[in-house]
């Protein structure tokens, strides 16, 4: 069974930065698209970011645009996603996925979700 664990929140100050990193288990992330997700308190879970499988190619939403950034090490396996110059509408649990629809929705993605990760940004 595919189990994804994503690590790396914390409680941060407005304008400093994390990465957030996804261990994907029991699933070749090689050939899915890789996306980060992110659900704040009394919200629906949202697109944040995504990397191609095939071309590498990235796609944000335009709340985090210029200021996060996505990667993938499929020899590892991992999913990263670097966020800079973090703001308080950030706060949220944040999670990732493997997707074969681009963009990636969170309704279609392919494996049970993980626990998150929880980024706090204070103002």
């Known amino acids: 069974q595919v189990q994804l664990l994503e690590f790396g929140g914390g409680l941060v100050r407005h304008g400093e930065s994390l990465r957030l990193s996804c261990a994907s288990s029991?699933?070749?992330?090689?050939?899915?698209?890789m996306a980060w997700f992110r659900r704040a308190p009394g919200t629906e879970r949202e697109f944040v970011a995504a990397?191609?499988?095939?071309?590498?190619?990235?796609l944000y939403a335009d709340s985090v645009k210029g200021r996060f950034a996505i990667s993938r090490d499929n020899a590892k396996n991992m999913v990263y996603l670097q966020m800079n110059s973090l703001k308080p509408e950030d706060t949220a649990v944040y999670y990732c996925?493997?997707?074969?629809?681009?963009?990636?929705?969170?309704?279609?993605?392919?494996?049970?979700w993980g626990q998150g990760t929880q980024v706090t940004v204070s103002s």
């Open positions: 029991g699933r070749t992330i090689s050939q899915h698209h």
């Open positions: 996925n493997s997707a074969d629809d681009w963009p990636p929705r969170p309704s279609l993605v392919l494996d049970p």
């Open positions: 990397v191609d499988w095939s071309t590498g190619s990235t």
